[in-house]
């Protein structure tokens, strides 16, 4: 999966997270007034999640039991 950055009709920007045929999997609820922070909008996401699926997948604290 990548992000890509995509220009609107009306001069804004939005993210789109794309799978591995091309086809749209997420799509920015919120639009950008630039490039730049649109793609800043799609690396912040990508960081939360990736940071979720560690705390999903991570052991707890003091071992089971």
Sequence with gaps: MH???R???TR????V???ATQL???TSDRTFPSEAQA?????AFAKLVTRAGRT???A???GLI
């Design 12 to 15: 804004l920007w939005t993210w």
């Design 24 to 26: 749209p999997v997420l």
């Design 7 to 9: 220009a609107t009709d």
């Design 60 to 62: 707890p604290p003091g």
């Design 3 to 5: 992000f890509e950055i």
């Design 17 to 19: 997270l794309l799978d």
């Design 56 to 58: 999903l997948t991570a």
């Design 39 to 43: 793609s800043a909008a799609a690396l």
